[in-house]
Every structure is written in structure tokens, then in C-alpha cells.
């Protein structure tokens, strides 16, 4: 009933292909983008942006990347959080190489390098399947990480190890830094996850994304149909990693404000993993939930024995955070496989036969 | 079906819970100090954390319950739990900064990192005692940050002095052949440019050996390398797991122990106990007191951990993380007071603890009246230098437990400061438009 | 440039042979512990096709609750034996509460719900024992210490670890109990019927729960096994999961079905990452040990994509 679509005619073939089709999942849109845009800015207060929303929206971006990889083309990777590193290391270097350039552009740029990266570690792929292709995305992950540490070039030769944002500033905002306002680094970090969602959502379900999945859902098949599986599976990688890239570059950017390489471990290849599975594999809106899911849970689950009055130590609550969080991922596996996405898809059924389920 | 609701009930539930209580107001107290501490005792380097975290909070608390505060104010303290991760690192900060918080003390490299430029914008100093970025001693480019008593190039001087005292003469180095083991992160990799200039001036030579994080506990290769150099003295740059590894391969290598020397991290008591029997006659530096034998540990002891108000095994009171923790929080203490004493204010804001650091002076006689004689060198902080660049003293395991080994030793002062300086120009160059100091200076 | 990596490394290798011969020592135990993870993982992916990411933490797990029990007054055979037995409920739970309900599950989810149980096990092990390393009581469970150093010509010297020598004695040992048990005994030949073809395992009687229970079972004592090795090389603390990460290479290289891979493999890994680190990583200043064993597999699995003994993967539409 608050779903029905009955009645939503198209009368075009432009209409009946449009990115939302059905009338409610476009108010839906709007309203999640007027909060997004409009309420959130207006209300929220600095830890609500500066520790939820942004690291939420990076890592959603970040999920997104990889979603390509493993939810659409069906390729597992455990080196997310290397080429995102590469995102963040190429775009410190192209900063300090131009230092006049706009910082966005910088940024946006710097996912070619990493797109770069992924494509040459990708290759193996076209030998090697399933979990043993896995294992080898982890040779990046450790390799890169040896390159952050191993190679001073990359990070200018600090003393510290470590790269560091300088202040940048666009249209007369501080965007980078530690002067800059959460709100200003919201903003930035908002337009370019939503920007690249939407490029994203058109080109999944045009002859790109189809070939992707094609090659997900059986390889052979769809070479016999035609579908290069050396492009088709590099095109995957590439993309994959450039939009990690961007999301690396932003973490450190618009977030962290200082990383080492450390920051681009094998824990955060998980993490953005993680993010993937519980969302839903193959499914964009469920990068964006299972962000929300494994970032903002724990952050959360920190505040509570402190509402309830409870007094216990920083650490227990720690415990408590990773043994409720391992223990929901197993629960939402069980109740769920298929993650979130799903579980909205079936809360969508539900409402649209409401009342009369059958 | 029941799950699906069950389900939607729970996280509804957590999520407003949670929600009321990241919008909520931070209730600023007025009436007390608030000091956030981020420490880990979780995570791989839990090891090396859960000791500092035990003596910064108990000394804190002790002061609480016996003096009623500093200044007749109490603290309020909070810990938050960092587990060494940058990006919990700064949740933690962005949770309590809004409270009042005083100061911070990262205990990790990486998130002193991050912090270092939202020091200034949010006015609150950092204090990385002995770690994080060496080149934060310089006052005038870094005003907000601390890192009393010493800086990595400052230990790395005093290594290499020992060293010489050890072979009669820092000219007596000359052929000589120095190991630098070393965790492969930021931390381990800045003494390198000091020690290679001092391996050029004093003509011995640096080897070095590179321990990554995820190979903490699988050091065999570097120790091989090691018995095939066979260098004459080791140097350790090590932290959590790392140093009871790296002291049970030295001991399977029969590397002799008393020319193993660690930083001051790599000094805890569980680090040389790990390699049992052979590991005596292990060294590492140290700028905080051995043992438990100081008045102020005794009243810790009474007020705190026998009251049941701390997690401390009473056992481990008197280690040397234990009692760096507790020289944390005497430093945080001793700041607050200054402050207090400089603004005649009794509750403080991060900007007077900034002037309270630097006009921090903690000299023999303040250091026996708070029950802590020959705890720690007197150490003073200037406008100009941060760290201070204090003496440092060798101490070795016999066994069972520390013992001094060394008097204390006076840093290279000449060749550090016009490193820290070069590389506080830099950093300042590299981040440009940094900010020029405008603070005042209390002294 | 190429006479360093053509020529010197094998100059070196000559001129030191006492040190070439220790480095291999290294490497063999090395690789007998790597070997000895892998193993946990190939039991279980053997039996049920999960790819069980949770081995690291088990290790670590194992290993404390045997050091806590200890510590807590257990005599050290008793802590042991209570420890196999924490081993069994937790064994049991999991294939009770995780396994059972994710059957026939996609492989990548069947991996997510073990990182989630890793996740717990973290929580949990860090909750009841704390987060502090703690030391193996190598001694009290009788195990050797200390070490034997032969003499070989003037200043040859190779120092063998008496608790490397045990580690060894004791993977043979253990693999070839495992090799009686999956060949040899009823329950064994049920295991391998699993592996084979879990509905055809089904259909003549065999229970899958039970199966799997004791597959988690021996993956557990295992785990202990290893736990207890490495951690009588460092400590017992949960840094010691990252190591577990160094058992995949291992897994690809023998391929995630063999038992005698995992061991082949483990050796290959071990010597090579020893004698590569040793004898070439000087030249890219060193260090290259956490990503050489993924590189010698790689090449590996360039040429038999099921690794050197898994089995053939047959593709059909």
C-alpha cells in the first residue's frame, strides 16, 4: 500500500529506463539527499559530522569501490586498503607537487594512479578464481604497504613517516587542514560520494556493468557471448580501485588529516569488506548500509553504558564493541546472506502488500 | 519473520540510545578539570599500553582522592580506547575535545600526527612525552605541542655516548660496527638520519634492520642477519610485541645481552622477562624512576589501588611503563598547577594549560615535595624548546628486575637542535601556510 | 648491480656454509609452523568448504586460555587438558550457532562468518584474559629449552633450538595422526566422504554436523598445537593473529584440499622467504619478508591455478 506502483504508467521507453522508475523510490531519494544536504548540515554538531558522517561517507565510497570489484564483476579482494592507500599517497604527492591546484581536482585525480595499480595487479585474475585469487590481492596489500613505508619519495622524505594534509583552500573555504570547518569537509566529501554513486548507478546498468556481472555469473558463458574477459575483468579492477582511490585520498584528506601506512592495512581491507558483505554484494545502496552498519555500530555502542548510567571501563566497552559486532555479522549472515540490501528489498515487498500480506 | 522484527526492534533501540547520545550537549563541568586520556589496552601493542594507561590514570585518581584535585579542583578523568588505530584515534579526540579537554596524550605516533595541526585550531595542547614528532620541540613553530622530556634524536644521541663510555671513548668507535633494529613505521625510521651522521662523524658503522608491524612476532631473518653481521652493540627502536620477541631472538642468537639496548619503549619489565634466564644484562634507556620505592607510588598504592579504584595489578606498580605513566600524569598535574598558578583561575581551559607547560619547571625540590625524589631528571620546558633535551640513564636487567646502570646522560644537545630546528622549518615549509606563533610566552 | 643478484648471494652462501646451513634450519622451522596453521585451514575447508579465516585468532585463543588456566593454578598437564576440552565446546558452538544455519551457503559468505567469528573471539579472549602478552609455560608443559651448538670448522657455528626440534617431532607427529585418522579410522573415512561430496555423504548416512563439530575439533587442537610453538618463539598475544596471515600464501601454494600441500607448501615458503629475505633482501633495503611468500606463490599459482596439490578445477557450462 505505501509502495504500490500500480498505476505508474510509462509511456516512453525513457521513462520506463529512468534510474528510478516507481515514484516512491524517487521521494525516497529526495528525502534521504534533503537530509543529507539540507537537515544534517543544519542540525548536526561537529562529532556527528566530523566522526560519523564523513568517515561514514568515505568509507560508503570506499564500498562502493570495492562492490564493483567483488559484488559486480565477482572478483574478491583483500587489497582494498592498499589502493586506497595508493589514492592517498598520489594525491599528497600531486599536491605538493602543485601546490596551486584546486585539492578536489587533485584528488579526483589521483585515483588514476591507483586505477593504474589495480589494473597491473589484476591481471592475475584472468588465471586465477575465486578465493585463491584473494589471497593473491593480499601480495598488493602487503607489497604496497612496503612501498608506503620503503619508498621516502612518497611521502617527501618526513622525518615522521608519514604524510601530512597542508591547508588548502577553494572559492575562499579552507577544504583541507586542520582549520577547515567539519561542515566545509561534509560538504566536499557528500558531493563527491554522491557524485560518483550516481555516475556509477548509470553505468552499472548499462552494456559496462552488464558485461561485469555476465563475467560474475558464469566467465565462461560470457566469453562465448562475447564478453573479453581480459578487459571486461581489468576494466572491473580499474574502476574498482580508482574509486578506492579517490575514497583513500579523501580519508586522509577530508578526514584523517595525517596517515601512515599503517592507516592502509590489511584491518581496513576488511573493514571495507565487511562493508560490502552485510550491505549486500551487487548492490550500491547496500555499500551505503553496511558503511552506516560496521562504522557507525561501534561508535554508537561506545555511548551507551555512559547513557545508561552504567560506569565501566573504556576498555570493556571495547571488548563488549568487537564481541557484539562479531556477533551481529554472524547473526545479520544467518538471518540474512544476502545483507541489507535484501532485507530492504523484502521490507519493500512487505510494504507494498501491506496490509494484505498473501 | 519474528527475527526480522525482533531484529528492527534491537537496532532501532541501539541506534536511538546511541543517537541521544551523540547529540546530546557535551555537559561542560564547571567545577572540575577535564583530562581525556586515550590509551590502548586492546590491540596488538596492548602490551606496552595497558602499563601506561594504569600509571597515568592512577596518579591522576591518587591526587583526586587524596589532595581533592590540583588547586582544590578535582579532575575529572575519562579514558578512551584508541587500540593504537589512528581512526579511533581520532574519534577519540573529536568525542572529548568538546568537553574541556586539557591536553591529550596519543601514546601513538601516528594519531601525535594528526593531532599535531588541530593543536592550534582547537587550543589544546598535546603532550607526546617522549615520542611522536621530534621536531614538535621547537616552541616557536610548534607552540601547543610537548614532548618533555627528550625526543627520539635526542635517545639516539645518548645510545651512541654510552656506547662510546663502553669502549672508553667516543673516538674508540671508529671501525666499529652498531646494529639499529627497528619497528618499520615512522617511529622506528626517524633516529635513522641522526645515527647515520653520527656513524659518518665517529666512523662506525650503522646497520640496520627493519622489523615490519605484521612481522612483530616473526623476527628470525632479521636476527640471522644479525649473528651474520655480527655487529658489536645492538640498538632497539621496538613497542608492544615486538620487544619480547625481538629480546628472545637475540638471546637464541647468544647475542651478549649488555650491548643490547633498547629505546625507553622498549624498556618494560614484561619486554626483558620474555626471554627468561638469558635475557640479563639487557639495557635500555629511561627517563623515569626504577622501582617502587617513592613516596607518591606508596600513596598510589593506599588511595587508589588499594581502595579497589583501579584495574592495576599491584605487582606491576613500580615497572618502568607503569612509572612512565605515572611521569605522564605528574607532568599533566604539574602543568595544571603552573596554569592555575600563572591565570589564578581555578578551573582552566587548553589555553592556559599551554602556557602552564611551558612554564613547566619541575626542579629537585618540586620533584621531592610531590614525594617523587630521583623519580626524574628536573626538567624544564622553554618557549623555544619543547622537549628540553634532559639526561637519560641506562638501566639493566638482572633478572628479575631493573636496576640503574648508568648516571645520567646528557644528550648530543649540539648536533640534535639544529636537526629538530632544520626539521621544523621543513615540516612548517611542507605544510604551508602554517601558522606563525602568536602565543605568548609565559616565561 | 647484476652481479648482486646473480652471482654474490651464492658467493655468500659458499663462503659461510655454517650460516647457509642455519638460515635452511630457520627456514624449515619456519615453514613447519606455517605449515602447521595451514593445516587448521585445510582440515576444515577439506570437510565443510569453509575458508576458515578464524584459524589466526584460534591459535592465539588456544594459546591463552592454556597460559590462563595455568595461571590461574592449574597444573600445567591439567590446564592442557582442560584446554582441549575448551577447545570441544568451542568447536561444538560454532558449528552449532555459525555452521549449521550458513549450510550451502556461497563460500564468501561462509569467509565472512569466520572473520565475524573473529571479531568475537578478539572481544571475548581479550574480555576474560586481558590484553597483556603473556608467556607460554613452555617448561611446565615439559617442553625443551634452551639450545645445542655444533662447531663446525674454525668459527662454523649452527645453534639448534631444542623447542624448534620438539616443533618439528611434533607436526610430524600430528600429521601423521591425522593421516591414521582420515585413512584409517570409520570417522575418518565419513570426513573424507564430506570432502568428497557432502550429498552423497548424506544420502548413506552420514551426519554432517557431527562431521563438521569434529573437524572444528581437530582444526582446534591444531590451533593449540601451533599456539603452543609460537608462542614459546615470542609471546602470547593477540599480535600474534597477523602471523596466521603468513599460513594463506601457504594454502594457495599446496592448494586449500591437500594436507601434504600444506606442508610441501609450508616448507617452500618457509625456505624461500629465509633465504630470499637473507641473501637478496638487502639489495631492496630488506623487510621483504611480509610480502615475498605472496610473490613465490603467485608465480606458483601463475602455472597450476589449484595450487601445486589441490585438485584440478574443471570449469563446465
Given at each position: 500500500?505505501?509502495?504500490?506502483?500500480?498505476?505508474?504508467?510509462?509511456?516512453?521507453?525513457?521513462?520506463?529506463?529512468?534510474?528510478?522508475?516507481?515514484?516512491?523510490?524517487?521521494?525516497?531519494?529526495?528525502?534521504?539527499?534533503?537530509?543529507?544536504?539540507?537537515?544534517?548540515?543544519?542540525?548536526?554538531?561537529?562529532?556527528?559530522?566530523?566522526?560519523?558522517?564523513?568517515?561514514?561517507?568515505?568509507?560508503?565510497?570506499?564500498?562502493?569501490?570495492?562492490?564493483?570489484?567483488?559484488?559486480?564483476?565477482?572478483?574478491?579482494?583483500?587489497?582494498?586498503?592498499?589502493?586506497?592507500?595508493?589514492?592517498?599517497?598520489?594525491?599528497?604527492?600531486?599536491?605538493?607537487?602543485?601546490?596551486?591546484?584546486?585539492?578536489?581536482?587533485?584528488?579526483?585525480?589521483?585515483?588514476?594512479?591507483?586505477?593504474?595499480?589495480?589494473?597491473?595487479?589484476?591481471?592475475?585474475?584472468?588465471?586465477?578464481?575465486?578465493?585463491?585469487?584473494?589471497?593473491?590481492?593480499?601480495?598488493?596489500?602487503?607489497?604496497?604497504?612496503?612501498?608506503?613505508?620503503?619508498?621516502?619519495?612518497?611521502?617527501?622524505?618526513?622525518?615522521?613517516?608519514?604524510?601530512?594534509?597542508?591547508?588548502?583552500?577553494?572559492?575562499?573555504?579552507?577544504?583541507?587542514?586542520?582549520?577547515?570547518?567539519?561542515?566545509?569537509?561534509?560538504?566536499?566529501?557528500?558531493?563527491?560520494?554522491?557524485?560518483?554513486?550516481?555516475?556509477?548507478?548509470?553505468?552499472?546498468?548499462?552494456?559496462?556493468?552488464?558485461?561485469?556481472?555476465?563475467?560474475?555469473?558464469?566467465?565462461?558463458?560470457?566469453?562465448?557471448?562475447?564478453?573479453?574477459?581480459?578487459?571486461?575483468?581489468?576494466?572491473?579492477?580499474?574502476?574498482?580501485?580508482?574509486?578506492?582511490?579517490?575514497?583513500?585520498?579523501?580519508?586522509?584528506?577530508?578526514?584523517?588529516?595525517?596517515?601512515?601506512?599503517?592507516?592502509?592495512?590489511?584491518?581496513?581491507?576488511?573493514?571495507?569488506?565487511?562493508?560490502?558483505?552485510?550491505?549486500?554484494?551487487?548492490?550500491?545502496?547496500?555499500?551505503?548500509?553496511?558503511?552506516?552498519?560496521?562504522?557507525?555500530?561501534?561508535?554508537?555502542?561506545?555511548?551507551?553504558?555512559?547513557?545508561?548510567?552504567?560506569?565501566?571501563?573504556?576498555?570493556?566497552?571495547?571488548?563488549?564493541?568487537?564481541?557484539?559486532?562479531?556477533?551481529?555479522?554472524?547473526?545479520?549472515?544467518?538471518?540474512?546472506?544476502?545483507?541489507?540490501?535484501?532485507?530492504?528489498?523484502?521490507?519493500?515487498?512487505?510494504?507494498?502488500?501491506?496490509?494484505?500480506?498473501? | 519473520?519474528?527475527?526480522?522484527?525482533?531484529?528492527?526492534?534491537?537496532?532501532?533501540?541501539?541506534?536511538?540510545?546511541?543517537?541521544?547520545?551523540?547529540?546530546?550537549?557535551?555537559?561542560?563541568?564547571?567545577?572540575?578539570?577535564?583530562?581525556?586520556?586515550?590509551?590502548?589496552?586492546?590491540?596488538?601493542?596492548?602490551?606496552?599500553?595497558?602499563?601506561?594507561?594504569?600509571?597515568?590514570?592512577?596518579?591522576?585518581?591518587?591526587?583526586?582522592?587524596?589532595?581533592?584535585?590540583?588547586?582544590?579542583?578535582?579532575?575529572?578523568?575519562?579514558?578512551?580506547?584508541?587500540?593504537?588505530?589512528?581512526?579511533?584515534?581520532?574519534?577519540?579526540?573529536?568525542?572529548?575535545?568538546?568537553?574541556?579537554?586539557?591536553?591529550?596524550?596519543?601514546?601513538?605516533?601516528?594519531?601525535?600526527?594528526?593531532?599535531?595541526?588541530?593543536?592550534?585550531?582547537?587550543?589544546?595542547?598535546?603532550?607526546?612525552?617522549?615520542?611522536?614528532?621530534?621536531?614538535?620541540?621547537?616552541?616557536?613553530?610548534?607552540?601547543?605541542?610537548?614532548?618533555?622530556?627528550?625526543?627520539?634524536?635526542?635517545?639516539?644521541?645518548?645510545?651512541?655516548?654510552?656506547?662510546?663510555?663502553?669502549?672508553?671513548?667516543?673516538?674508540?668507535?671508529?671501525?666499529?660496527?652498531?646494529?639499529?633494529?627497528?619497528?618499520?613505521?615512522?617511529?622506528?625510521?626517524?633516529?635513522?638520519?641522526?645515527?647515520?651522521?653520527?656513524?659518518?662523524?665517529?666512523?662506525?658503522?650503522?646497520?640496520?634492520y627493519?622489523?615490519?608491524?605484521?612481522e612483530?612476532?616473526n623476527q628470525s631473518s632479521q636476527w640471522l642477519n644479525?649473528?651474520?653481521?655480527?655487529?658489536?652493540?645492538?640498538?632497539?627502536?621496538?613497542?608492544?610485541?615486538?620487544?619480547?620477541?625481538?629480546?628472545?631472538?637475540?638471546?637464541?642468537?647468544?647475542?651478549?645481552?649488555?650491548?643490547?639496548?633498547?629505546?625507553?619503549?622498549?624498556?618494560?619489565?614484561?619486554?626483558?622477562?620474555?626471554?627468561?634466564?638469558?635475557?640479563?644484562?639487557?639495557?635500555?634507556?629511561?627517563?623515569?624512576?626504577?622501582?617502587?620505592?617513592?613516596?607518591?607510588?606508596?600513596?598510589?598504592?593506599?588511595?587508589?589501588?588499594?581502595?579497589?579504584?583501579?584495574?592495576?595489578?599491584?605487582?606491576?606498580?613500580?615497572?618502568?611503563?607503569?612509572?612512565?605513566?605515572?611521569?605522564?600524569?605528574?607532568?599533566?598535574?604539574?602543568?595544571?598547577?603552573?596554569?592555575?598558578?600563572?591565570?589564578?583561575?581555578?578551573?582552566?581551559?587548553?589555553?592556559?594549560?599551554?602556557?602552564?607547560?611551558?612554564?613547566?619547571?619541575?626542579?629537585?625540590?618540586?620533584?621531592?615535595?610531590?614525594?617523587?625524589?630521583?623519580?626524574?631528571?628536573?626538567?624544564?620546558?622553554?618557549?623555544?624548546?619543547?622537549?628540553?633535551?634532559?639526561?637519560?640513564?641506562?638501566?639493566?636487567?638482572?633478572?628479575?628486575?631493573?636496576?640503574?646502570?648508568?648516571?645520567?646522560?646528557?644528550?648530543?644537545?649540539?648536533?640534535?637542535?639544529?636537526?629538530?630546528?632544520?626539521?621544523?622549518?621543513?615540516?612548517?615549509?611542507?605544510?604551508?601556510?602554517?601558522?606563525?606563533?602568536?602565543?605568548?610566552?609565559?616565561? | 648491480?647484476?652481479?648482486?643478484?646473480?652471482?654474490?648471494?651464492?658467493?655468500?652462501?659458499?663462503?659461510?656454509?655454517?650460516?647457509?646451513?642455519?638460515v635452511?634450519?630457520e627456514g624449515?622451522?619456519a615453514?613447519?609452523?606455517?605449515?602447521?596453521?595451514?593445516?587448521?585451514?585445510?582440515?576444515?575447508?577439506?570437510?565443510?568448504?569453509?575458508?576458515?579465516?578464524?584459524?589466526?585468532?584460534?591459535?592465539?585463543?588456544?594459546?591463552?586460555?592454556?597460559?590462563?588456566?595455568?595461571?590461574?593454578?592449574?597444573?600445567?598437564?591439567?590446564?592442557?587438558?582442560?584446554?582441549?576440552?575448551?577447545?570441544?565446546?568451542?568447536?561444538?558452538?560454532?558449528?552449532?550457532?555459525?555452521?549449521?544455519?550458513?549450510?550451502?551457503?556461497?563460500?564468501?559468505?561462509?569467509?565472512?562468518?569466520?572473520?565475524?567469528?573473529?571479531?568475537?573471539?578478539?572481544?571475548?579472549?581479550?574480555?576474560?584474559?586481558?590484553?597483556?602478552?603473556?608467556?607460554?609455560?613452555?617448561?611446565?608443559?615439559?617442553?625443551?629449552?634452551?639450545?645445542?651448538?655444533?662447531?663446525?670448522?674454525?668459527?662454523?657455528?649452527?645453534?639448534?633450538?631444542?623447542?624448534?626440534?620438539?616443533?618439528?617431532?611434533?607436526?610430524?607427529?600430528?600429521?601423521?595422526?591425522?593421516?591414521?585418522?582420515?585413512?584409517?579410522?570409520?570417522?575418518?573415512?565419513?570426513?573424507?566422504?564430506?570432502?568428497?561430496?557432502?550429498?552423497?555423504?548424506?544420502?548413506?548416512?552420514?551426519?554432517?554436523?557431527?562431521?563438521?563439530?569434529?573437524?572444528?575439533?581437530?582444526?582446534?587442537?591444531?590451533?593449540?598445537?601451533?599456539?603452543?610453538?609460537?608462542?614459546?618463539?615470542?609471546?602470547?598475544?593477540?599480535?600474534?593473529?597477523?602471523?596466521?596471515?603468513?599460513?594463506?600464501?601457504?594454502?594457495?601454494?599446496?592448494?586449500?584440499?591437500?594436507?601434504?600441500?600444506?606442508?610441501?607448501?609450508?616448507?617452500?615458503?618457509?625456505?624461500?622467504e629465509k633465504?630470499g629475505e637473507l641473501?637478496?633482501g638487502?639489495?631492496?633495503?630488506g623487510g621483504v619478508e611480509?610480502?615475498?611468500?605472496?610473490?613465490?606463490?603467485?608465480?606458483?599459482?601463475?602455472?597450476?591455478?589449484?595450487?601445486?596439490?589441490?585438485?584440478?578445477?574443471?570449469?563446465?557450462?
Amino acid at each position: 500500500m505505501f509502495y504500490r506502483e500500480a498505476g505508474q504508467f510509462k509511456t516512453s521507453y525513457k521513462a520506463d529506463q529512468a534510474l528510478f522508475p516507481i515514484l516512491q523510490d524517487r521521494i525516497g531519494m529526495a528525502v534521504i539527499l534533503i537530509i543529507a544536504f539540507v537537515v544534517i548540515p543544519a542540525f548536526a554538531n561537529d562529532f556527528f559530522l566530523t566522526s560519523i558522517m564523513i568517515p561514514f561517507l568515505v568509507f560508503a565510497l570506499a564500498a562502493i569501490g570495492l562492490n564493483i570489484l567483488t559484488g559486480y564483476c565477482g572478483q574478491l579482494s583483500l587489497g582494498t586498503g592498499a589502493f586506497m592507500g595508493v589514492g592517498a599517497y598520489a594525491a599528497y604527492k600531486l599536491t605538493s607537487i602543485f601546490p596551486d591546484a584546486n585539492v578536489i581536482v587533485m584528488v579526483l585525480v589521483s585515483g588514476v594512479f591507483s586505477a593504474a595499480i589495480g589494473a597491473v595487479f589484476g591481471l592475475p585474475s584472468l588465471r586465477i578464481k575465486g578465493l585463491y585469487l584473494a589471497v593473491t590481492t593480499l601480495a598488493a596489500q602487503f607489497f604496497l604497504e612496503w612501498c608506503f613505508i620503503r619508498i621516502p619519495w612518497l611521502y617527501n622524505y618526513n622525518a615522521s613517516g608519514a604524510i601530512e594534509v597542508p591547508r588548502r583552500e577553494m572559492f575562499g573555504f579552507i577544504v583541507t587542514g586542520a582549520e577547515a570547518l567539519p561542515i566545509t569537509r561534509y560538504f566536499v566529501v557528500l558531493c563527491i560520494t554522491a557524485g560518483i554513486a550516481y555516475l556509477m548507478a548509470n553505468v552499472l546498468r548499462g552494456r559496462i556493468g552488464r558485461s561485469w556481472m555476465m563475467i560474475r555469473d558464469m566467465d565462461i558463458a560470457a566469453e562465448l557471448m562475447g564478453v573479453r574477459p581480459l578487459r571486461t575483468k581489468l576494466m572491473a579492477f580499474a574502476v574498482s580501485s580508482y574509486i578506492c582511490g579517490v575514497a583513500g585520498a579523501m580519508m586522509v584528506f577530508f578526514w584523517l588529516n595525517a596517515a601512515e601506512p599503517s592507516s592502509y592495512s590489511i584491518r581496513l581491507s576488511f573493514q571495507i569488506l565487511f562493508m560490502v558483505i552485510l550491505g549486500g554484494l551487487g548492490s550500491l545502496g547496500g555499500a551505503f548500509m553496511g558503511a552506516a552498519f560496521i562504522w557507525i555500530l561501534p561508535v554508537l555502542l561506545k555511548f551507551v553504558p555512559g547513557l545508561l548510567g552504567i560506569d565501566i571501563a573504556a576498555e570493556t566497552v571495547e571488548h563488549a564493541t568487537f564481541m557484539i559486532v562479531g556477533a551481529l555479522i554472524i547473526f545479520f549472515l544467518i538471518a540474512e546472506p544476502h545483507g541489507f540490501a535484501r532485507l530492504w528489498q523484502i521490507a519493500k515487498q512487505k510494504l507494498r502488500v501491506w496490509p494484505f500480506p498473501y | 519473520m519474528r527475527d526480522f522484527k525482533q531484529l528492527a526492534i534491537g537496532a532501532a533501540v541501539a541506534v536511538g540510545v546511541g543517537l541521544t547520545g551523540v547529540m546530546a550537549p557535551a555537559a561542560q563541568a564547571q567545577d572540575s578539570n577535564y583530562v581525556p586520556l586515550l590509551t590502548y589496552r586492546t590491540g596488538p601493542y596492548a602490551g606496552s599500553g595497558i602499563h601506561i594507561a594504569n600509571g597515568m590514570h592512577d596518579y591522576l585518581k591518587m591526587l583526586n582522592e587524596r589532595d581533592g584535585g590540583i588547586g582544590g579542583v578535582k579532575l575529572e578523568l575519562e579514558e578512551c580506547e584508541t587500540g593504537y588505530n589512528a581512526q579511533k584515534g581520532v574519534e577519540c579526540y573529536e568525542a572529548t575535545k568538546g568537553k574541556g579537554a586539557l591536553v591529550y596524550n596519543p601514546y601513538s605516533t601516528g594519531i601525535t600526527l594528526q593531532l599535531i595541526p588541530k593543536a592550534s585550531v582547537d587550543k589544546i595542547p598535546v603532550l607526546s612525552m617522549g615520542y611522536g614528532l621530534s621536531a614538535a620541540a621547537d616552541g616557536n613553530v610548534f607552540p601547543w605541542v610537548f614532548n618533555v622530556p627528550d625526543t627520539y634524536w635526542d635517545g639516539a644521541s645518548v645510545v651512541i655516548k654510552y656506547i662510546g663510555q663502553q669502549e672508553g671513548g667516543l673516538e674508540n668507535l671508529k671501525g666499529k660496527k652498531i646494529g639499529y633494529i627497528f619497528l618499520d613505521a615512522g617511529y622506528g625510521r626517524e633516529p635513522i638520519p641522526l645515527l647515520e651522521q653520527l656513524a659518518e662523524k665517529y666512523g662506525f658503522e650503522l646497520l640496520q634492520y627493519a622489523v615490519p608491524g605484521a612481522e612483530m612476532q616473526n623476527q628470525s631473518s632479521q636476527w640471522l642477519n644479525v649473528r651474520r653481521d655480527r655487529p658489536d652493540y645492538m640498538v632497539m627502536w621496538g613497542w608492544g610485541a615486538m620487544n619480547p620477541t625481538a629480546i628472545k631472538e637475540a638471546v637464541k642468537i647468544r647475542f651478549p645481552m649488555d650491548k643490547f639496548i633498547g629505546v625507553w619503549w622498549s624498556a618494560g619489565d614484561d619486554d626483558a622477562a620474555a626471554g627468561g634466564d638469558g635475557a640479563k644484562g639487557y639495557k635500555a634507556m629511561n627517563f623515569s624512576g626504577v622501582g617502587s620505592d617513592f613516596p607518591a607510588l606508596a600513596d598510589i598504592q593506599e588511595h587508589v589501588i588499594d581502595a579497589g579504584l583501579s584495574s592495576t595489578d599491584a605487582a606491576s606498580v613500580g615497572g618502568t611503563l607503569y612509572n612512565r605513566g605515572v611521569l605522564n600524569s605528574v607532568i599533566i598535574a604539574e602543568g595544571i598547577r603552573t596554569a592555575q598558578e600563572l591565570t589564578g583561575k581555578k578551573v582552566i581551559t587548553g589555553e592556559d594549560m599551554r602556557m602552564g607547560l611551558e612554564a613547566l619547571d619541575l626542579d629537585e625540590a618540586r620533584l621531592e615535595e610531590l614525594g617523587l625524589k630521583g623519580f626524574a631528571h628536573p626538567m624544564k620546558v622553554t618557549c623555544e624548546d619543547h622537549a628540553g633535551s634532559h639526561p637519560v640513564f641506562i638501566q639493566q636487567w638482572n633478572g628479575e628486575k631493573w636496576q640503574q646502570a648508568s648516571d645520567w646522560i646528557e644528550p648530543m644537545t649540539d648536533l640534535v637542535r639544529p636537526l629538530l630546528e632544520a626539521a621544523a622549518k621543513e615540516y612548517a615549509e611542507k605544510n604551508a601556510p602554517w601558522p606563525a606563533r602568536t602565543e605568548p610566552c609565559p616565561n | 648491480m647484476l652481479y648482486d643478484i646473480f652471482i654474490d648471494p651464492f658467493v655468500q652462501m659458499y663462503d659461510m656454509p655454517d650460516f647457509f646451513l642455519q638460515v635452511l634450519w630457520e627456514g624449515f622451522v619456519a615453514g613447519i609452523l606455517y605449515a602447521l596453521i595451514a593445516l587448521g585451514f585445510v582440515l576444515i575447508f577439506k570437510a565443510s568448504g569453509v575458508f576458515n579465516f578464524a584459524q589466526g585468532i584460534m591459535v592465539v585463543f588456544a594459546a591463552l586460555t592454556l597460559v590462563g588456566f595455568h595461571e590461574n593454578g592449574v597444573p600445567a598437564y591439567m590446564a592442557l587438558v582442560l584446554t582441549v576440552f575448551v577447545m570441544g565446546i568451542l568447536a561444538y558452538g560454532v558449528e552449532r550457532i555459525v555452521m549449521r544455519p550458513l549450510v550451502n551457503q556461497p563460500e564468501i559468505i561462509l569467509l565472512m562468518a569466520t572473520i565475524g567469528l573473529t571479531y568475537f573471539l578478539v572481544g571475548f579472549g581479550e574480555f576474560v584474559f586481558g590484553g597483556e602478552p603473556k608467556q607460554m609455560i613452555t617448561e611446565e608443559l615439559g617442553l625443551p629449552t634452551g639450545s645445542t651448538a655444533f662447531e663446525i670448522g674454525e668459527r662454523g657455528l649452527i645453534i639448534l633450538q631444542h623447542i624448534d626440534i620438539a616443533a618439528a617431532v611434533i607436526a610430524v607427529i600430528m600429521v601423521t595422526a591425522l593421516g591414521i585418522f582420515f585413512n584409517k579410522t570409520r570417522i575418518g573415512r565419513a570426513l573424507r566422504a564430506v570432502a568428497d561430496d557432502h550429498q552423497a555423504a548424506l544420502s548413506v548416512g552420514i551426519s554432517l554436523n557431527q562431521i563438521w563439530a569434529i573437524v572444528w575439533f581437530a582444526a582446534g587442537l591444531v590451533a593449540l598445537a601451533t599456539g603452543i610453538m609460537w608462542g614459546a618463539r615470542s609471546d602470547v598475544s593477540f599480535a600474534l593473529e597477523i602471523v596466521a596471515f603468513k599460513a594463506l600464501p601457504v594454502l594457495i601454494l599446496g592448494g586449500f584440499t591437500s594436507i601434504p600441500g600444506a606442508i610441501v607448501g609450508g616448507l617452500i615458503i618457509g625456505f624461500g622467504e629465509k633465504i630470499g629475505e637473507l641473501y637478496w633482501g638487502g639489495l631492496v633495503g630488506g623487510g621483504v619478508e611480509s610480502w615475498l611468500a605472496y610473490i613465490i606463490a603467485l608465480v606458483f599459482l601463475l602455472f597450476r591455478p589449484q595450487g601445486l596439490f589441490g585438485e584440478r578445477i574443471i570449469e563446465r557450462i
